[in-house]
């Protein structure tokens, strides 16, 4: 199952802020939610491999926002080919939901993938709606004309930083250009992939 419920919580309970109110929080509240969360917080010092590895996992299912039944499907593409960090990265960031985030045209996963179920999302010119398409090297994604004057989309674009260098990002006519898969080195990725690979790997 996807991961429902307070970004806030979940965000805490992980260590890893979901969305830019989480990343507030975060700051004020370090530690897991709850009246135990400090002493989890310890606790977490002390994790057995597999815990590691279990955390790992969620931290990146919650960053794509992906059912856990997803994610085992990218994972068993990348084990198909060689560099599995670098592949299993590649078959996430090639998401549309995960293009419009990092392009800046949304402020969280979340928000990007209501964007693109909405219809708001074009590639190449054409509306697509479905949050898992993957975007090619080369391909364009953008706001659709009717939507460019969301305040929401308004304030994801003025508020973005620099994009990764595998994208493209044109302001003024509020597209990204997918460049080219990128390495692992390249992504602003919260956790570490090697072990998701080792939890799966068991």
Do not use: W
Request: positive net charge; charged residues 30%.
């Amino acid at each position: 199952m996807k991961f429902t419920g307070s970004k806030i919580k979940k965000s805490r309970a992980l260590g890893i802020p979901l969305s830019p109110k989480a990343e507030r929080y975060l700051d004020r509240k370090p530690y897991p939610p709850g009246q135990h969360g400090k002493l989890q917080q310890m606790r977490r010092r002390k994790m057995s491999p597999y815990k590691t590895q279990l955390l790992e996992k969620q931290k990146l299912r919650a960053q794509y926002n992906i059912h856990e039944r997803q994610l085992r499907n990218y994972y068993a593409k990348a084990s198909r080919k060689g560099d599995m960090v670098n592949s299993l990265v590649q078959e996430l960031e090639s998401r549309l939901d995960t293009v419009v985030l990092r392009g800046g045209l949304a402020r969280s996963i979340y928000a990007a993938r209501q964007y693109v179920s909405h219809g708001h999302i074009l590639v190449d010119g054409r509306k697509v709606n479905i949050a898992s398409y993957r975007v090619r090297p080369g391909q364009v994604v953008g706001i659709r004309e009717k939507s460019r004057n969301l305040d929401c989309i308004q304030i994801a674009l003025d508020t973005s930083q620099t994009v990764p260098p595998y994208l493209e990002r044109d302001k003024k006519s509020m597209t990204v250009k997918f460049n080219y898969d990128p390495p692992r080195s390249e992504v602003p990725l919260m956790c570490e992939v090697p072990l998701v690979i080792e939890f799966y790997s068991r």
